[in-house]
């Protein structure tokens, strides 16, 4: 082919789409110049004029809906582009411009994402706060004020029991019916009127969900793992996802239901970084760079949604990412700090932090505390595993009866069920991201709350413990409406997880922990006081100073629940200390956090995300698994010896245009194999589906005489060095009758990856996690046997894990 001079130094392009040419320099004996075609993939101007080039049109999608990508090749394909790049930079400024363009544009692009993320959570902070108290009334002064901000400046504010404000400028729905004073027509009317409210949202947030967009659903951080580990669902990380998820997760969440808006916030980060990604051509045409970006916009989700932006970074490297360079970490920790920056700046909380349950004291724990912490980390142990297998089992029944049908009456049923059973108690009433904020609050001089009901024992200061004093009716309530609160959301929380509108477990899971810790905090208080001289008390309580702070057990109890669920622990301690501000508390919240991980995975392997993962069967390879067994690669391959069927192949060769064509029809492989004959299958190397599907479409629409004409997959020099096999005597015989040869060569990839028959399947295994291999071809002497999928290994691994290989998730 004619290469012009600028091209000389250019390197080959070994991914370049492919063009279409009639060569006039080749010439074989099978026929004339004129008869034979190259698919080439060097495009040249210079070619289109002189060679009558046909371009050939490629799909515009590198890959299809559901399959996985070739982490190798994709980032071949990115070096191969920087060094086409850095070729033509002496050539003008220009390209030197551009050059420096693509050097930063991947930080431009995590700025967007920060910046876009932030926003995005402020606004739905906001937005759920004011829905949320509509329920209980509206601010008739200024109606976009939620009750807190409607009472910031009243000069009658009142606190309820459960330290909720009451002013004159905040109308409760009897109010503004006016009925005034108490009684039970005004109970009644509240009680109806929170119910009703609660099914108009989860009503409006599950038909968004269905009929706009069906992936907004969930908190899609099982969904995230897989895409980042190499999956692709085409539409789960669009611009109607994302709007959807906003407004859906805001509504849920205001509707009482137990779930959290947390989690959903790794999702519409995700969101943001796909849609930013396709400004830059680096990112949105190559898949596996597109997840470099995907992975800090996941920890810039945590950063918005807790203030956490190092907890963000670490969540991303520990439970989300796949592959994860260096680089991605230092664009990771920026696209989290600008995203904790935007979030301080809109302040949604109203508190000056950009924190949600921000603490301000820092008294020192004792050394016998940490006996009840450890039996809060076993607590949030137990309940991570009660929840995984309770949730788990009910998602199946939910997936394979008529239930899962009827999607909208299910979630409109178990809004009404909920707002029936939580009005009562004012510690359901409320959020649960209002309750933790109480439950980790420390008492103060003047709070008249049930928590705080010690009577004759006045509190001092943020760095001191309180008077000693025993608790009065109110803390005696108050821990009997916590019992039921904490029975409520632990029944309700399993049924809601998983059904059709945007939900989170790691608000409840924190709200069930924080209920238990203060419940725990306040009986071991007690015991401290009734008991200064038993020998666990006797070195660290004093006469005159309470020795425990109960709220210090509701942290860490938050802590442990939700290690319990997750099953993280660094990223969970350091979200925790961020989240919170008690950095003083690390240690407590170690011991926690690694004692629910223990329990936990003595119950079930890995948290509730991996669960919901292995529960689509989502093709998911985990890095962190590790594989015990010693088989080899020829009993995982397909086709097995003992199988009857044939592994489909293609010939170097001799096939011809009906052969492949049927061969496309007959199957549905992504890919296929090529080998030298079919009495030598020596592998020459591999052909996407896709390409061959583009050239078949493209030759049908520039020429007439197909069905007989021959492909070649490899040039006449190549085809010279595998002289040395027998050739395929019907290849001869097609050879030698027809006169038409379509070669597309540079369209075959001759470096595909080949392990032997007696491979062990622990090496196989790392090969696919840290090459991130979608297959490998095996080999036995040197000859064709089988392929090796990833969900061959998947499928593996159950098998493997649970000595029953008909209850593998991954159907042939």
């Known amino acids: ?60 999608t590198h ?108 109308f409760t729905w009897p109010q503004v019916f006016g009925l005034y004073g108490t009684g039970f027509g005004r109970d009644l009317l509240s009680y109806i009127m929170y119910i009703f409210w609660s099914t108009i949202f989860a009503t409006f947030a599950v038909l968004l969900v269905k009929v706009f967009a069906p992936y907004a659903c969930g908190s899609g951080i099982p969904e995230i793992k897989t895409i980042l580990g190499g999956f692709i669902i085409r539409g789960y990380l669009g611009k109607w996802t994302l709007l959807i998820k906003s407004i859906g997760m805001m509504c849920a969440t205001s509707a009482g239901l137990i779930l959290g808006k947390e989690g959903p916030f790794v999702h519409i980060a995700c969101c943001c970084g796909n849609i930013f990604s396709y400004l830059f051509p680096k990112y949105g045409r190559n898949e596996a760079k597109k997840r470099e970006i995907l ?14 932006p190092i907890g963000g970074v670490l969540f ?81 029944v939910r997936k394979n009866s008529r239930l899962g049908k009827y999607t909208t009456l299910e979630v409109v049923g178990l809004a009404l069920i909920t707002a029936i059973i939580i009005y009562p108690n004012p510690y359901t009433r409320m959020s649960m991201s209002e309750l933790i904020k109480r439950l980790v609050s420390q008492c103060r001089v003047g709070d008249m709350i049930d928590l705080c009901d010690y009577p004759g024992s006045p509190f001092i200061s943020g760095t001191s413990k309180g008077s000693v004093g025993l608790a009065g009716p109110g803390v005696h309530r108050a821990i009997w409406q916590l019992f039921f609160a904490l029975i409520v959301q632990v029944l309700l929380v399993t049924f809601t997880i998983g059904t059709k509108v945007p939900s989170g477990i790691i608000i409840p899971s924190m709200s069930i922990g924080a209920i238990t810790g203060r419940i725990i905090g306040i009986i071991t208080e007690q015991l401290a006081i009734q008991n200064p001289t038993f020998i666990l008390f006797r070195h660290d309580c004093s006469k005159d100073e309470n020795c425990v702070t109960p709220a210090l057990y509701a942290i860490v109890g938050a802590c442990a629940f939700l290690g319990g669920v997750s099953k993280m622990t660094i990223s969970l301690v350091v979200i925790m200390f961020e989240l919170t501000g008690g950095l003083t508390y690390i240690v407590p919240l170690m011991a926690a956090a690694m004692t629910a991980k223990w329990i936990g995975d003595s119950f079930v392997r890995g948290g509730i995300y991996d669960a919901h993962i292995e529960l689509n069967g989502y093709p998911f390879l985990d890095n962190k698994e590790e594989f015990n067994f010693t088989t080899i690669a020829a009993e ?25 064509e049927s061969l496309l029809k007959e199957t549905t492989h992504t890919l296929y194999p090529v080998v030298v004959t079919r009495e030598h299958p020596y592998v020459v190397g591999q052909i ?125």
Not at 8 to 28: D, G, I, K, V, W
Not at 298 to 308: E, L, Q, Y
Not at 320 to 336: D, E, G, H, N, Q
């Open 1 to 60: 082919m004619f290469v012009t001079d600028e091209q000389s130094f250019l390197p080959t392009n070994p991914f370049a789409e492919p063009t279409t040419t009639t060569a006039s320099s080749n010439t074989t004996h099978h026929g004339t110049d004129d008869d034979m075609i190259d698919i080439d993939f060097r495009n040249s101007n210079n070619d289109k004029l002189n060679n009558g080039v046909m371009n050939v049109d490629l799909v515009n």
């Open 295 to 308: 992975s800090a916009a996941a920890a810039a989700g945590v950063s918005v949604a807790f203030g956490a």
């Open 688 to 812: 996407q589906r896709r390409d061959l599907q583009v050239v078949l479409r493209s030759q049908k629409m520039h020429r007439y005489r197909l069905s007989s004409s021959v492909i070649q997959f490899t040039s006449p020099a190549e085809a010279a060095q595998n002289s040395d096999y027998e050739s395929d005597s019907r290849s001869d015989q097609r050879l030698t009758t027809n006169t038409e040869v379509i070669r597309i060569g540079n369209l075959l990839d001759q470096a595909p990856i080949i392990v032997t028959d007696q491979t062990p399947m622990e090496t196989v295994i790392d090969l696919f996690r840290k090459l991130g291999l979608r297959q490998a071809f095996v080999t036995r002497n040197g000859r064709l046997r089988g392929i090796i999928t990833k969900k061959d290994i998947l499928r593996h691994i159950h098998q493997m894990s649970s000595h029953n290989t008909e209850t593998a998730y991954y159907d042939n």
């Open 63 to 170: 890959y299809d809906d559901f399959q996985t990508i070739d982490w190798l090749k994709d980032l071949m394909r990115d070096r191969f582009r920087h060094r086409l790049l850095r070729a033509k930079t002496h050539n003008s400024l220009i390209n030197k411009l551009l050059m420096y363009h693509d050097a930063w544009s991947g930080w431009l692009c995590v700025l967007l994402v920060g910046l876009s993320a932030g926003v995005i959570a402020g606004v739905i902070d906001i937005g759920t706060n004011w829905i949320s108290h509509l329920k209980h009334g509206i601010c008739l002064n200024a109606f976009w004020l939620n009750r807190e901000q409607c009472c910031w400046a009243s000069r009658n504010l009142q606190y309820t029991s459960v330290n909720t404000e009451e002013c004159t400028e905040w």
């Open 636 to 660: 995982v391959m397909r086709p097995r010896p003992e199988q009857q069927t044939s592994l489909a192949f293609l010939t170097q060769n001799g096939m011809t245009f009906s052969d492949i």
């Open 316 to 396: 991303s490297l520990e439970e989300i990412s796949y592959y994860f360079p260096y680089k991605t970490l230092w664009r990771s920790f920026f696209c989290a700090m600008v995203g904790a920056l935007v979030v301080r700046s809109i302040n949604p909380y109203g508190n000056g932090h950009d924190i949600q349950f921000s603490i301000d004291y820092s008294v020192p724990w004792a050394s016998f505390e940490l006996l009840p912490f450890i039996i809060l980390g076993i607590l949030g142990g137990l309940w991570g595993a009660f929840f995984i297998k309770t949730n788990i089992w009910w998602s199946r």
